[in-house]
């Protein structure tokens, strides 16, 4: 049975109230259920980022209590799936794909949906777990979305370093501990001929979300991967008031975080995590690029 098109202005309505209003998306995006049901299916991922080739879609699953989290007495399942339709013609373009749940370290656990599509255009994700909670998405146009994208050749930037601030008080907000990743530029890693991850995030203002766990997973995975890679962190705002975003964002024009950047030797991004990552998933990623 081929379900029905879902018209544009209900992809608005399917969209409306999940991402967040201030500058940024932190914390990986939106929080509010999609629709009403048994389980909700809460977005994860920026609305304005996607475009066509490799999709990730991190979603995180509510009750009518709100978000499920990690310790929650609720059974959740270990693995979710999903198929993809087109929401003009309501043709399946995608049978079955799977998503494995992720919570290392995190209060909240998401499921990451991965495929590729080739064409633009508004789709829904219909979860069978979730039966009553479709979930909207569209893949714009390359020249829509200002930020990099796979395939691109990674600008270089001069990030915040321990020797030259470059104006950012403090260059990172990890607290109470030392972050690794501001000992060279953005444009100095990418020069060194090796693989670059690069992390976009702020640690004090997500300590429970995504980014503090986020960076916490990434200076793990560089501790076993070693001189494979060359990793560098830039913080979100420009000072301590958070009210001013760092030149680090302004320059890929970003609308959400965290994002990490994975490179190959060429400076090439090869694969982008958005809104939220677990050490798992960072060290499959990175393995999947030869960086282990």
Known sequence: ????????????????????????????????PSANGTLQVVKRFPQDALVPGKVRLPISLADTTGLLPSDTTVELPQTLTAQVINSDNGNVVI????????????????????????AEGIYILKIAEAPESDLSFQLLARNMVPMPLIGDVLPPFDTPTTDNARGVDPICTRANEFCPFHSVTL???????????????????CTTGTCTPGLDALIEVSQSVGNAAVFVHADVYADKSANKTAPAVQEYKLSYEPVLYITDSKGVLVDRLDAVFDVNEIRDVLAANGIS
């Open 1 to 32: 049975m081929i379900p029905a098109p879902v018209s544009r202005r209900h992809f608005l309505v399917l969209s409306a109230g999940v991402g967040a209003s201030a500058v940024l998306a932190a914390c990986g995006g939106g929080s509010s």
């Open 187 to 205: 444009t100095d890693a990418l020069a060194q001929g090796k693989p670059v991850v690069y992390l976009i995030g702020t640690p004090a203002y």
């Open 95 to 118: 049978e079955k794909i799977t998503a494995v749940r992720h919570q290392e370290n995190l209060s909240v656990p998401y499921w990451p949906f991965s495929f590729t599509l080739d």
